[in-house]
T-cell receptor
């Protein structure tokens, strides 16, 4: 089965860097996803890591270590609009996706 | 532009009533999913479909049903609404070629009184 753990809430300051961690246990592995969800809105896809290492996409980077069952999402130069929930997710077999409960990030001025 | 829509966006109903939530996508995706989202639980899979006439149960399927008569639509029916089904419901779709990306609809907020 799959089990995903991520912190419930985090607070960071505008302009700073924040790292959101995710640990997972899964019976098989085909990658790890990060989604962003603003309050009252739908989740939107951020990144998908299949191989170990860091992948950078502008201000956002995602890291994966398959041997440790660990990933993190790194947000640089934080902006107020980055206040949102960040969902870690893994494939659930077939074309299903299993989502973590999400980390709510508050960015303060 | 291709999109995925849900209707209604908000719904209030009474315990015991049958309710149907609509999901329509113009991506021409074969894979469609229904989730519910509750505080502390994240997104939980209710039902999913990999194509016309195909439906499958997810982890929280009790009290819900779906049907897939065409590629574009996957309506979710609550057979007899219960207060425990008060939630935000999201529909999503993905392609089998690029299954790593799920496209979500805007969500339906359902309140069962």
């Amino acid at each position: 089965g799959q089990n995903i753990d991520q912190p419930t809430e985090m607070t960071a300051t505008e302009g700073a860097i924040v790292q959101i961690n995710c640990t997972y246990q899964t019976s098989g592995f085909n990658g790890l996803f990060w989604y962003q969800q603003h309050a009252g809105e739908a989740p939107t896809f951020l990144s998908y890591n299949v191989l170990d290492g860091l992948e950078e996409k502008g201000r956002f980077s995602s890291f994966l270590s398959r041997s440790k069952g660990y990933s993190y999402l790194l947000l640089k130069e934080l902006q107020m609009k980055d206040s949102a929930s960040y969902l870690c997710a893994v494939p659930g077999g077939g074309f299903k996706t299993i989502f973590g409960a999400g980390t709510r990030l508050f960015v303060k001025a | 532009d291709a999109e995925i829509t849900q209707s209604p966006r908000h719904k209030i109903t009474e315990t015991g009533r049958q309710v149907t939530l609509a999901c329509h996508q113009t991506w021409n995706h074969n894979n469609m999913f229904w989730y519910r989202q509750d505080l502390g639980h994240g997104l939980r899979l209710i039902h999913y479909s990999y194509g016309v006439q195909d439906t499958n149960k997810g982890e929280v399927s009790d009290g819900y049903s779906v049907s897939r008569s065409n590629t574009e639509d996957l309506p979710l029916t609550l057979e007899s609404a219960a207060s425990s089904q008060t939630s935000v419901y999201f529909c999503a779709s993905s392609t089998e070629v690029s299954q790593e990306t799920q496209y979500f609809g805007p969500g339906t907020r359902l309140l069962v009184l």
